[in-house]
């Protein structure tokens, strides 16, 4: 029913920034929640952060917080992650994933095809 497309990853140096776009086919996509999630090699998919169907509310990993924003546009069915003053911590494939808002990976069934993102000290 919900088909997720990523966009916006790439290499950047520790203190620059990237935006993350998640974009949505289908009405449905405006009802649901949306979370962002990373994962390296040999990890567990970690929550980064989360936005509620309206976009009124938000919620992050204390990590990004005041770092990542988290928006949606949902006119164009397209959730954005702003991702400042990175760090090579913060190097990983990037997923949004879109369902009840949940931060646990097993409870969601629409998932991107994951960006990766590299952040050089």
């Known amino acids: 029913q919900v088909q997720l497309g990523q966009s916006g990853g790439g290499l950047v140096q520790a203190g620059g920034s990237l935006r993350l776009s998640c974009s949505a086919s289908g009405r449905a996509f405006s009802t649901l929640a949306v979370t962002w999630f990373r994962q390296i090699l040999g990890n567990e998919r970690e929550w980064v952060a989360v936005?509620?169907?309206?976009?009124?509310?938000?919620y992050y990993i204390d990590s990004v917080k005041g770092r990542f924003t988290i928006s949606r546009d949902n006119a164009k069915n397209a959730v954005y992650l702003q991702m400042n003053s990175l760090k090579p911590e913060d190097t990983a494939v990037y997923y949004c994933a879109a369902g009840s808002g949940s931060t646990r990976v097993e409870d969601y069934v629409y998932w991107g095809q994951g960006t990766p993102v590299t952040v050089s000290s």
């Open positions: 936005i509620s169907w309206s976009g009124n509310t938000s």
